[in-house]
């Protein structure tokens, strides 16, 4: 049976678009396979961070371009591994007395980027412990990371940077001193919160009084906040007349 011109052209058409579709597959194909083998390199050199001590950012490529994002003292973008090391992560590190130490929470890929999800923790030079969450998003070439983001909360660490240069050292905790027990007030006054004796806390925002209530716990510096309502907060006593809570200073009134 004789094929007409019309068909002709529809079956080469349709050979094209078939070898076109496999090439797309086997493209897709090659980049998992790529990130693939560098999600088993990130979690090879996590392993040894979290056991060993040795550092992660050895993986970064001398060329990469690392990015922290948010806004604290160190966020930004870095050009290159040594721009990144010396001010951004030895800064971080001459706040801390002890090693940052990592527990992995997710590790997965996709066509482009390794994210790493995990937490860390570690004590600061003023005696307060140091907790955050991170997620990084990373590109490689050649077994090395090009580009990463750092996703985290800025917050806490922006706390670690700034507190650590101010902060006085108390020759005993609050848990022991029992000097949280009174009322603390923000600079502005919206905010008043009465830590009680029978630990719990009265708090009052602007005109409305007893906006929050719930109880409190003070172990060494820290105070865990579990609201009547079910929501929980934790904050940092810096020094006997100032506490970091919520993102909010308060001071200690007499």
Not at 33 to 58: C, H, I, M, P, R
Not at 169 to 174: A, K, N, Q, Y
Not at 241 to 251: A, D, N, R, S, V
Request: some cysteine.
């Amino acid at each position: 049976m004789e094929i007409s011109r019309g068909m002709s052209f529809m079956i080469m058409g349709l050979v094209s678009l078939l070898g076109i579709s496999c090439a797309i597959k086997t493209l897709h194909s090659n980049d998992l396979e790529s990130t693939g083998a560098s999600k088993k390199l990130v979690a090879q050199y996590f392993d040894q961070w979290k056991n060993e001590g040795s550092s992660f950012f050895n993986l970064l490529d001398e060329d990469a371009i690392w990015t922290v994002a948010g806004r604290s003292p160190v966020s930004g973008v870095y050009h290159g591994k040594t721009d990144f090391m010396e001010n951004a992560v030895k800064p971080i590190l001459k706040q801390l007395a002890t090693p940052l130490r990592p527990e992995l929470i997710s590790l997965t890929n996709d066509n482009e980027y390794v994210w790493l999800h995990f937490k860390a923790k570690a004590t600061a030079i003023n005696g307060l412990s140091y907790e955050n969450t991170y997620l990084w998003k990373m590109a490689f070439k050649e077994g090395k990371i090009i580009d990463g983001v750092a996703f985290l909360d800025t917050y806490e660490l922006s706390d670690l940077m700034n507190s650590t240069k101010t902060a006085i050292t108390m020759e005993r905790p609050m848990e022991e001193t029992k000097k949280y027990i009174g009322m603390w007030v923000t600079k502005d006054n919206h905010i008043r919160q009465e830590l009680l004796p029978n630990n719990r806390y009265d708090e009052a925002r602007g005109n409305r009084k007893s906006a929050y209530q719930g109880k409190y716990k003070v172990s060494g510096n820290h105070i865990d906040y579990v609201d009547d309502t079910g929501f929980s907060a934790v904050g940092k006593f810096v020094d006997e007349k100032t506490l970091h809570h919520g993102g909010y200073i308060f001071c200690k009134e007499e």
